[in-house]
């Protein structure tokens, strides 16, 4: 036991750390601390903070040591994964020496079987969404050599994305069995022609009658499905996983709260020129909500940041559209601050500008350098659409009420599946509730099966980045549940049949009738 907990506490596990949330969460910049004493200058993030500092410092001085030394083998690709007995660390890299390393517990239930890539997905959705609202990492640190911004911004961020992970008082990572989920992808709803006229007549109404052409960018989603997107693929991911988390009304507190800003203030249009920090100000303004990075050893310089990852922070007034104080706050009838964004592949920070009407919601990017600026802008804005636009949004519910087949829509009798597209970066899959009546047995096999695709995947990637791939494998699991899997080129398939037919030809047929009618025969063999 004592030599376990020693193992333990190398590899950055302490028995008297607060490993009872079963993970560990790290953000280090490898060009900092340098020299010796100067260690704990590479850490941006650390969570829990409650961490001894002997623990954060062997956590993250063991992968940056192995980080160097897999770079000697694989300059594009060093370490990824590290097995230990009782945990795995989970590598990711989203910006030149920047990284960020989860220490995850295994799971007493299937624990040789972890996904380590389902870990990496999350590490890249977080990273994702924090510069869609700070900016990159690397930029905050530039901008403020001492860090204190990049940490505070970082420690706000994450305490509130990891808050949708809390199953009680524990952090839950994606497990087995959420084997049949793609992160970082967007799901569609499907439409007949004659509505998916009518959205791009609405779309062209938007981007073409509201102050002057000012609307650059929208995005459409019912419930939780996109309708419409004028963004690059990468954008629409990002802004699109935050809708759902946030903006759509499955996500918004159901207590609607009537107060109007537009009728207390001004509304603040941040600088254009300091996108970066546009969204930070200095302590002696109290405008946002309060965060501090309460890392041990971190000066004790604090920063008000948005926290745009809270929950109920968004409510819908009665003319529509959704307010929200993340980006400012009341002060004494002063002004408060419009939502902004930074779009990643465009390269430009956006106003957001959010209506809804019942399950249907519009959002509308502003540039920030418009000419939409103070309470009148927004206020004409805003007006146009409901003037100009309102009756055409109306119609629009409306028929896709009537169209929609509920939260079942997508079942396919007999079948559990995922189909992604990752050119488009699309999914559709089994609803969950459908998925739950799979056996664990099954489950665990799946996500075996997925996590051996991984590294086929990777590998290939590796050996040759320009050519697509075709994989086929069909199996048997022990419960007698057939196990499938296609990939063609970006194109996947993964698929649970219970309670099928033994024989392989009836395996190979579901997939032909399933992929002829609901993947356009992309995986037929003929």
Request: glycine share 6%; hydrophobic share 35%.
């Amino acid at each position: 036991m004592e030599e376990k907990d020693k193992q333990n506490s190398s590899m950055g596990l302490s028995s008297n750390s607060n490993s009872s949330e079963g993970l560990q969460l790290c953000v280090f910049d490898m060009r900092r601390g340098q020299h010796e004493g100067q260690e704990l200058d590479k850490i941006l993030l650390f969570h829990p903070t409650s961490c001894p500092l002997t623990s954060q410092l062997s956590v993250i001085g063991l992968g940056e040591g192995l980080i160097t030394f897999t770079r000697i083998f694989s300059p594009e690709a060093p370490c990824e994964v590290i097995e230990a007995d009782k945990h795995s660390h989970v590598f990711y890299q989203p910006e030149p020496d920047i990284w960020m390393v989860m220490v995850v517990e295994k799971s007493k239930e299937f624990d040789e079987i972890g996904r380590h890539h389902a870990l990496q997905a999350v590490l890249k959705e977080a990273h994702f969404l924090f510069t869609m609202f700070y900016g990159s990492i690397r930029a905050l640190l530039e901008k403020q050599p001492n860090g204190a911004t990049a940490r505070s911004c970082l420690h706000a961020f994450f305490s509130d994305y990891l808050s949708d992970f809390l199953v009680g008082k524990k952090l839950q990572m994606p497990s087995f069995r959420e084997s049949l989920v793609e992160r970082g992808t967007i799901q569609m709803l499907s439409m007949q022609r004659e509505t998916a006229l009518e959205v791009q007549s609405l779309v062209r109404l938007l981007e073409s009658s509201l102050t002057g052409n000012i609307v650059q960018n929208s995005l459409i989603l019912f419930h939780d499905l996109l309708v419409s997107t004028t963004l690059p693929p990468g954008d629409t991911t990002n802004l699109f996983t935050y809708a759902v988390l946030r903006l759509t009304p499955n996500a918004i507190s159901s207590s609607v709260n009537s107060r109007s800003y537009l009728r207390r203030g001004n509304v603040a249009v941040p600088d254009p020129v300091s996108s970066v920090l546009s969204n930070i100000t200095p302590v002696s303004e109290e405008v946002y909500p309060t965060s501090r990075d309460t890392s041990p050893g971190r000066q004790e310089q604090r920063f008000h940041v948005p926290r745009p990852l809270q929950h109920d922070r968004w409510w819908r007034e009665k003319d529509g559209f959704l307010v929200t104080d993340i980006w400012g706050a009341e002060m004494a009838g002063r002004s408060v601050v419009s939502p902004t964004v930074w779009l990643q592949q465009t390269e430009e920070r956006m106003h957001m500008c959010v209506y809804q009407q019942k399950n249907l919601t519009i959002i509308l990017l502003i540039p920030a350098g418009s000419s939409v600026n103070g309470v009148h802008g927004i206020s004409v804005l805003k007006q146009q659409l409901l003037e100009n636009a309102s009756l055409k949004i109306l119609n629009l519910e409306e028929k896709l009420t009537k169209q929609w087949g509920g939260g079942n829509m997508y079942h396919v009798a007999g079948y559990r599946y995922l189909f992604c597209n990752h050119d488009r970066n699309l999914s559709r899959a089994s609803p969950p509730g459908k998925v739950t009546t799979l056996s664990k047995s099954s489950l665990a096999a799946l996500c075996k099966l997925r996590a051996e695709v991984d590294l086929v995947k990777k590998r290939a990637e590796r050996d040759d980045p320009t050519h697509e791939h075709d994989l086929e494998v069909c199996m048997r699991a022990k419960n007698s549940s057939w196990i499938i899997c296609r990939v063609d080129g970006r194109n996947e398939l993964y698929m649970v049949l219970e309670k099928a037919s033994e024989t392989l030809i009836y395996a190979s047929d579901a997939v032909e009738k399933f992929s002829k009618r609901y993947c356009n025969g992309v995986f037929s063999s003929d």
